[in-house]
């Protein structure tokens, strides 16, 4: 079976305290994975791992692609926008610092993914709802071409519509680009929305990994749910 990611005993430490703990897995190609846990489990230290944002200490992760061709997309959970930037300069971000052409037949295109209309190229992200600045936060991203899209809390501080237009977004990578993506979250709606394959997290260590069904006759997601409640 052809995988996008694979992740073979992972290690991360901050000032002697293990962050990850022997993490090991294997994402088919095109599938989307969603990684749950507590606030502090590793969630994200995780994801930024997988994402080459942070070096992880002791393991091997291994791409579909080669270095040479690989590119990892990765949204923040906050979006990093450029607020002195309009929107189609923080689009075309990537491809300006790259050398790469910017063009309004490549812009019009990646607006029509995200649902997005001309007229909001010439804003400027203060002006935009946020559920709109996630989904310019995608395009940009998309413009890059990305074999795995990272995916950090993005329904976080969003309503429950523009939560669903995330979940359309993300399957829609996956059904009509052909990609994959790791998606970390506490909104369960989302989770089980768009995940193919199911991760628990719990201080560190991965404690659960199978498809929806056996997620829920897992103790995992019980005990997920329970702290879902007191947040």
């Avoid at 002006?127 to 936060?137: D, E, N």
């Avoid at 997601?221 to 702290?227: A, D, G, L, S, V």
Wanted: net charge positive; with cysteine.
């Amino acid at each position: 079976m052809k995988y996008s990611v694979k992740l073979d005993n992972i290690y991360k430490s901050f000032n002697n305290k293990t962050i990850l703990n022997d993490i090991s897995f294997s994402l088919p190609k095109n599938n989307n994975l969603v990684i749950l846990g507590g606030s502090g489990s590793g969630k994200t230290i995780l994801l930024k791992t997988i994402g080459k944002i942070i070096n992880h200490d002791h393991g091997n992760i291994l791409y579909e692609h080669d270095n040479e061709s690989l590119n990892i997309g990765f949204l923040f959970q906050f979006n990093a926008l450029f607020d002195s930037l309009s929107i189609r300069d923080n689009i075309g971000f990537y491809l300006d610092n790259n050398n790469i052409d910017n063009s309004d037949k490549k812009i019009d295109e990646i607006l029509q993914l995200v649902d997005l209309k001309k007229d909001i190229l010439k804003k400027y992200p203060y002006q935009l709802s946020g559920g709109m600045q996630k989904r310019v936060a995608v395009a940009r991203v998309m413009l890059m071409k990305p074999n795995l899209l990272l995916f950090d809390e993005p329904t976080s501080g969003l309503d429950p519509i523009n939560s669903q237009n995330i979940a359309k977004l993300i399957n829609k990578v996956r059904d009509e680009y052909k990609g994959s993506s790791i998606v970390v979250t506490h909104d369960i709606d989302l989770a089980f929305h768009v995940g193919d394959f199911f991760a628990f997290i719990d201080s560190g260590k991965m404690t659960f990994w199978g498809n929806k069904k056996e997620l829920l006759d897992s103790k995992c997601f019980e005990r997920f749910t329970n702290y879902r409640r007191l947040v």
